[in-house]
């Protein structure tokens, strides 16, 4: 018989005979899928692993078994089966093929001869003190007899936390080339899913013989390995999805551990002549070349397939569902090759070529941003064209504020032009600016000198005004970008991103600039630690939360939200708070710079100027939410404020009491974004203990917090807006992305030369700068 079953008893589940009639099925828990996808063609894309309903779940021997080779580890294996069993309950038919028996019968087996081995020393020297004992080589098929049962029996009691019944099935190449068991095999295994069982298969290792190189017959893969049984099954049983663990992270373009390895991301049949390969794992009979070969014979079986790492302790606990999920995790293997680069291939292509750029000349670079800035006028038919396409399929689909957001107009073009121009002149002060300069010695001076940051990543919703001024000021500032923009606004940001590389191609450098139009996910953007030097995030609060969460390995610059205030003093001037609150609010509602809260001092409540306030406001048909201390005045109020922090991004706005300008600084403090925040009021004692307190990146007096903007400011364009407290803060312009490097020019010094027995002695003498000095 070509396979044994060991079932959990949770259920009393019992295997019937493969000719007896069929038993109910227990119902799927959070059933999603309702019809299985049609078999015969891999998933093109990550993003389409979501729709896997039949998974097969590979794991290694390096992954199911101990750094010595001895027994089973059972951390890493206990975090497997979770995520297993989460898959499982989601509806989808989940199968695993492990390794493990024979690690785990070799620590029963070596306990055992240890164990009889001291009894005996014991007996024959009647003492306790025993001899040093050595153990025998382990025969493999003697190791996998004694280990089959305690591994079933563990996968049994893991999976019986999570309520689900397992079987096991011992296969050999037999059961796939004899017509009638590979017939049964399949009947069984569809029975066992149709149950909501998970199947758990391996190779009969204690009868297997070994494996004979280049057996595989016309078409069909030989079980050799768990890895060709994996794919093997994977196609006999129309898998969806292979996912084979291993302790590397994937398939690397040259042996892994080696300087220029790199991860594949995708790898597609034809590639592999341009790939090496490496030794094998620690423990298992095959190895990468293997795991390919058995890849790819799966993947034009119909199944897509991803290796990726098992036992790296930072993703183990999510690598299956991050893969099921469509993260970009391992190396996916697909069938459809995409005509543009890879998002890698691009920040490569974005680093060299931005090297170039930062040794233009400042006004070389300035050509470039002029040039863009003539494009914007010269294409403004085409742009707009564009940008009606995007609107009209955001109509219905996308809020107001972000709508607002998505809209071009022959205004804000004239206005992106004029920043630009702006911006040409002071690109002229950035790159190699020497901001300090020391002698340290006699003949050895020290200089401070301005760098382009490296490879930036601006990730932008809605807003495509922002791609002309970002891009402008990496060209400014001699960094390479990549930029990532919404699909809502996707033909407004091709055709402007093809206007700055006509732009840049001007001094041969278009391609410092990259447009990411692949299905890449944000979070898989915020991985490439090693390739990006800068994230900056330009859209809604959630999305900047997300990346400030994602991206662990590379600075983010921004805000998060932009819960702006202002105070209107009880000496403020009647016709200077109307003028600043209703700028400040209805100006551009959806605007980080926007009022949220209004504050008002507790003596003007009842008052003209309240009244006109209130009154403006309504005018303008903006929504007023009370405060608790507001509502508690007033006998009718407006609906209560849910939350003091609210950015509403439109025309809505929280109207909150306080007593004192102190009171509204501690308010601002405890519910405020430290984005931008205003005082109204004629007394100037007031108004600077308010802009010296206030603890935000912009802090106005009399003046509408839409002033916090980098063209407002004279910096011609900016980034965005940051509230951290280190590199750059307020609105971010050219020195914003700029760092430093020191350059020390001398003649053969040593540091000895500066000890007790050397000639020289330190001098630290500053050099003065002068304006304008460059390196």
């Known amino acids: 018989m070509f396979a044994r079953f060991a079932l959990c008893s949770l259920h009393k589940c019992r295997i019937r005979r493969l000719n007896a009639p069929p038993v109910s099925t227990r119902a799927f828990s959070q059933a999603k899928f309702s019809l299985p996808r049609p078999h015969g063609k891999s998933f093109a894309h990550r993003s389409e692993l979501k729709q896997a309903k039949r998974i097969v779940v590979k794991l290694g021997s390096a992954v199911v078994t101990r750094g010595d080779e001895c027994g089973l580890a059972l951390g890493r294996l206990a975090s497997i089966v979770e995520q297993v069993a989460v898959l499982q309950n989601q509806g989808r038919e989940m199968m695993i093929v492990t390794s493990g028996a024979v690690a785990f019968g070799k620590q029963r087996l070596r306990h055992e001869i240890l164990l009889s081995q001291s009894v005996r020393q014991a007996l024959h020297s009647g003492q306790n ?26 996968y049994e009691a893991m999976f019986t936390q999570y309520s689900i019944c397992t079987a096991q099935i011992l296969v050999t190449n037999l059961d796939f080339h004899d017509e009638q068991k590979r017939r049964n095999l399949n009947s069984t ?55 084979a663990l291993s302790d590397v992270q994937g398939l690397y373009d040259s042996p892994p551990g080696t300087d220029d390895a790199k991860l594949i991301d995708i790898f597609y049949p034809g590639d592999q002549q341009s790939i090496t390969y490496g030794t094998k794992s620690r423990v298992g009979i095959g190895g990468m070349e293997a795991k390919v070969k058995a890849a790819l014979w799966a993947l034009q079986g119909g199944t897509s397939v991803i290796i990726a790492n098992g036992t790296d302790p930072k993703v183990t606990g999510h690598v ?15 069938e459809v090759k995409p005509a543009g680069p890879t998002v890698e291939q691009q920040t490569e292509m974005a680093r060299h070529a931005g090297r170039a750029l930062s040794s233009l000349l400042p006004e070389q670079r300035g ?31 996308l809020s107001q504020p972000l709508i607002n957001r998505l809209s071009l107009s022959t205004a804000k073009l004239n206005s992106l032009a004029i920043g630009l121009r702006q911006l040409a002149v002071s690109s002229r002060n950035s790159v190699g600016r020497v901001l300090r300069r020391t002698r ?47 699909k809502e606004a996707s033909n407004t940001n091709r055709i402007l991103h093809q206007l700055t590389q006509e732009a840049l191609s001007i001094h041969g450098v278009a391609d410092a600039i990259q447009l990411v139009s692949t299905r890449e996910e944000v979070e898989d953007l915020c991985r490439l630690d090693k390739m990006i030097d800068l994230i900056i995030p330009r859209g809604s609060s959630q999305l900047v939360r997300d990346i400030q969460k994602a991206a662990k ?72 939410h009370a405060g608790p201390r507001f509502a508690s005045y007033l006998t009718f109020s407006p609906s209560e404020v849910k939350s003091l922090r609210t950015e509403y991004g439109d025309l809505e706005c929280c109207i909150e009491v306080v007593d004192s300008m102190q009171e509204a600084v501690d308010h601002i403090h405890k519910y405020g974004s430290s984005h931008t925040d205003v005082i109204v009021t004629e007394n100037e004692d007031t108004a600077e203990q308010f802009l010296q307190q ?50 020390l020019r001398g003649e053969g010094h040593t540091v000895a030369d500066f000890s007790e027995q050397g000639s020289m002695k330190y001098l630290h003498e500053n050099i003065p700068v002068p304006h304008g000095s460059f390196n």
């Open 129 to 154: 003190q025993l001899k040093d004992m050595s153990v025998p080589v382990l025969e493999a098929r003697a190791c996998a007899a004694a280990g089959q049962s305690g591994l079933m029996a563990l």
């Open 189 to 243: 295994l569809h029975e066992l899913l149709r149950m909501n069982i998970v199947p758990i298969i391996n190779t009969n290792d204690a009868v297997v013989p070994p494996p004979v190189p280049n057996s595989d017959l016309q078409g069909v893969i030989s079980i050799k390995d768990n890895d060709s049984l994996a794919a093997r099954l994977a196609v006999e049983m129309k898998a969806d999805l292979l996912i």
């Open 320 to 334: 299956i569902t991050d893969i099921v999920e469509g993260k970009k995790v391992g190396t996916f293997f697909s």
């Open 367 to 397: 050509e470039i941003i002029c040039c863009l800035a003539e494009l914007l006028t010269e294409k403004k038919e085409e742009i707009l064209n564009a940008n009606r396409k995007d609107m009209e399929l955001a109509t219905g689909r």
């Open 440 to 486: 340290v010695a006699n003949n050895l001076e020290l200089e401070q000198i301005t760098v382009p940051i490296g490879v930036l990543l601006v990730i932008f919703e809605s807003r495509p005004d922002c791609l002309p001024q970002v891009s402008a000021l990496a060209i400014a500032s001699g960094n390479a970008l990549l930029l990532k923009g919404g």
């Open 553 to 624: 390995g590379i600075p983010v610059l921004g805000h998060s939200e932009g819960v702006c205030h202002v105070y209107v003093d009880n000496e403020a001037s009647i016709d200077k708070a109307i003028d600043v609150v209703k700028d400040s609010k209805c100006d551009y509602p959806a605007a980080c710079n926007a009022m949220e809260t209004l504050l008002i001092h507790r003596d003007l409540l009842r008052t003209p100027i309240f009244d006109q306030i209130i009154d403006m406001l309504r005018t303008e048909q903006v929504k007023i």
């Open 694 to 743: 206030v603890d935000s990146a912009c802090v106005f007096w009399n003046s509408s917090s839409r002033f916090a903007d980098g063209y407002r400011f004279g910096l011609g364009a900016e980034v965005g807006i940051s509230t951290a407290r280190i590199h750059a803060r307020g609105p971010v312009g050219l020195e914003g992305l700029l760092t430093t490097k020191w350059v």
